[in-house]
């Protein structure tokens, strides 16, 4: 086997050969650091004494580092597995700038670079060797690596071996068995975004199960968030208001789409220095926009979620979302992306009703039901592939519906893909797998409609999703929740004929009953006055940002989906704001509300059980009885004899 050669750079050479405890004199010497930030030391250390470790600490909190210094410190060379080729290319230079040598092989290098790369690291001339994980499959590569194995493992963007995970990669999935050729070097898994079920699966795939865990830092103290329920038409007018203002930018707007990318970026462009960036423009014309944008030609990108892996611009002033995120996780993320150089910055969502009937959209098309994986199963053929023409003939169905269940089939261990990416049956046992991951697929956007809809404090909300166990799980003090007066995008659903009238209604019908079902209330008081489904859910929103109203959210699974329900109450805020609304109303107005209830009562049960209420409760309680006798559209509009002192016992 071959010897490790020096690195070039004496001082690097000099700073490798110190003992593992001085991980702290490698961080001034190599990298020009005086100082760890918060949790990157004890993350270290831990990793140079060749302890497997999981990492989850967001973006731009210095995760980079937490391999890189170990792996100088043991020496030898250090294996890096990510799946993003721009974070690849970022960290491969930046390294080199520091006089470490570093490697990358991925398919967008040639051959001939692959392989002088590839014999670098044979030679024992690298310090670092990063590698997408595809590389991992050709065959002979991994027999090449046990040759002269690696001194640590990391691999980065570790949430992507999870089927948990916001960003899963099936081929991701197959690094435990790979990487187990080169144990027992020590593993490294890094990630900025990973649940704690995502963080029992990423040890539990790659063969780490005792893997010490360091689950820090989620919270942002200088990222105000803040979320604006808004129709798609009127969105880019708020983007382009906000944006207008030079202390806005850099900015990156996230889009749905390519199609609205482009859109949004050609309307930008017109008075702003913006262009788009999507997985549909060539690799040239992306690479032109990242490099006009980190240097500053270009103020604004207008991206897909793709946008940002891996580019390090420590200046973003905000982010934009244009439509709901699809997972929390991702939009932690991508919300992370603002405000490294620790200044303050802003993330601003857009959404509305029409972004969860989209989502659900894809998601009926990207995870078919269970029905259709069972259809297309038996028609493969355990001894050859099957082609996806012969599928369609048989089962009747389209195409993209064949291309989906197919890859679910793979995903989950029911079908083999040949060199053509035709199908052979596989394993029987696909369907427990594929459905808890359908379920969890679901749950997640329920999750982030759940968090657009919030009326906690954003950045707490993101803490708890993370788990953070060092976080005090305190306000933040800056976002839309804890500072209303603050919010760029403000908007209180005055489009109800009369906001005044709605919380009139809603406060009276909760102050008979706590916890009544939104669904149910609106059904039986709103929706005969015309009030919109969404127009009633957004100014329950706005109601219990204002603290008037507490809401309770719970879930269950039905028919394939997540159902969520909303119970409201009234608190102690409301009860105050109730008597204000009241104390503007005629009492003739009162008196005329009571007797067209008492009519109602006539009508149904006679004019004596009228007078038998009133006699022996007051008009004050015969409405509350008037509601057990089961009239709740009737009570709920007539709430306001209930505490009505014009109408005492004797009336």
């Known amino acids: 086997m071959l010897k490790p050669s020096s690195p070039n750079n004496p001082r690097l050479s000099r700073a490798i050969h110190k003992t593992q405890a001085d991980v702290g004199d490698l961080l001034q010497r190599v990298f020009g650091h005086s100082q760890f930030r918060p949790h990157q030391e004890a993350v270290c250390r831990a990793a140079a004494k060749g302890e497997d470790l999981l990492l989850v600490m967001p973006t731009g909190a210095g995760k980079s580092l937490c391999f890189q210094l170990p792996g100088l410190a043991r020496g030898g060379t250090t294996l890096v597995v990510s799946p993003l080729v721009a974070l690849m290319e970022d960290q491969v230079v930046k390294l080199q700038a520091l006089g470490v040598t570093a490697e990358r092989i991925h398919a967008g290098r040639s051959r001939d670079a692959c392989r002088l790369a590839f ?3 044979y030679q024992g001339s690298l310090n670092f060797l990063f590698v997408a994980p595809e590389r991992l499959a050709i065959p002979g590569f991994l027999e090449m690596l046990k040759q002269r194995p690696p001194t640590l493992i990391a691999v980065d963007e ?3 071996i999870s089927q948990w995970g916001h960003d899963f990669r099936p081929e991701y999935r197959m690094l435990g068995p790979r990487l187990a050729a080169l144990r027992p070097t020590p593993i490294v898994a890094l990630t900025a975004t990973a649940t704690a079920q995502v963080q029992e699966d990423i040890t539990e795939q790659l063969g780490i199960p005792q893997a010490r865990q360091f689950i820090h830092g989620f919270r942002r103290t200088n990222l105000a968030i803040e979320v604006s329920e808004l129709g798609p038409s009127d969105r880019l007018e708020i983007a382009q208001k906000i944006l207008a203002e030079p202390k806005a930018r850099p900015a990156i707007v996230y889009a ?5 990318a482009e859109r949004y970026a050609a309307e930008l462009a017109k008075s702003l220095p913006a262009a788009p960036y999507h997985a549909g423009m060539s690799a040239t014309e992306r690479d032109d926009v990242q490099a006009a944008f980190i240097n500053g030609a270009i103020e604004i990108v207008v991206a897909t979620v793709a946008f940002g892996m891996g580019i390090d611009k420590s200046n973003i002033r905000t982010v934009i979302h244009m439509a709901l995120p699809s997972t929390v996780e991702g939009y932690y993320q991508e919300i992370g992306r603002a405000g490294r150089d620790g200044k303050p910055s802003r993330a601003i969502l857009m959404h509305s009703f029409v972004d969860k009937r989209t989502h659900e ?3 009926a098309k990207n995870y078919p039901e269970i029905t259709i994986l069972r259809q297309i199963y038996p028609l493969l053929s355990p001894d050859q592939a099957t082609s996806r023409v012969e599928l369609m003939r048989k089962s009747r169905l389209e195409e993209d519906v064949i291309a989906a269940a197919i890859d679910k089939l793979w995903v989950h261990g029911g079908a083999e893909l040949d060199g053509d990416g035709q199908p052979r049956r596989a394993k029987a046992t696909w369907e427990s797998s594929y459905r808890q991951q359908r379920q969890h697929r679901a749950l997640q956007l329920l999750q982030v409609a759940q968090f657009a809809a919030a009326t906690t404090c954003r950045m707490r909300l993101l803490v708890e999703h993370f788990g953070d166990r060092s976080d005090g799980n305190f306000g933040c003090g800056q976002c839309d929740i804890c500072v209303p007066s603050t919010a760029t995008t403000s908007y209180d659903g005055d489009e ?5 009238e709605f919380d009139l ?5 909760l102050r008979v009953k706590d916890e009544q079902p939104a669904g149910k209330l609106f059904r039986e008081v709103f929706e005969r006055s015309g009030t919109q489904r969404s127009q009633f859910e957004h100014r329950l929103d706005v109601l219990a940002r204002r603290k008037f109203i507490s809401i309770k959210t719970s879930s269950f699974f039905k028919d394939g989906r997540w159902i969520e329900m909303r119970k409201l109450s009234l608190a102690a805020p409301g009860s105050r704001r109730l008597a204000e609304l009241e104390g503007k109303r005629n009492p003739s107005t009162r008196a005329a509300t009571f007797a067209a209830g008492s009519h109602v009562v006539h009508k149904v049960y006679g004019r004596g059980k009228v007078e038998q209420l009133v006699t022996e409760f007051g008009a004050a309680k ?15 509009v007539q709430l306001e004899a209930a505490n009505d002192r014009n109408f005492g016992a004797n009336s």
Do not use: D, M
């Open 119 to 121: 014999a670098a690291y």
């Open 158 to 160: 570790a949430h992507c």
């Open 256 to 260: 749905p789409t390519r199609k609205h």
């Open 361 to 363: 959209f894809l998601f």
């Open 496 to 500: 109800l004929a009369s906001t005044r």
């Open 505 to 509: 209604k809603l406060l009276r019908a």
């Open 622 to 636: 015969a409405v509350v009885e008037f509601q057990k006798l089961g009239l709740r559209k009737v009570a709920t």
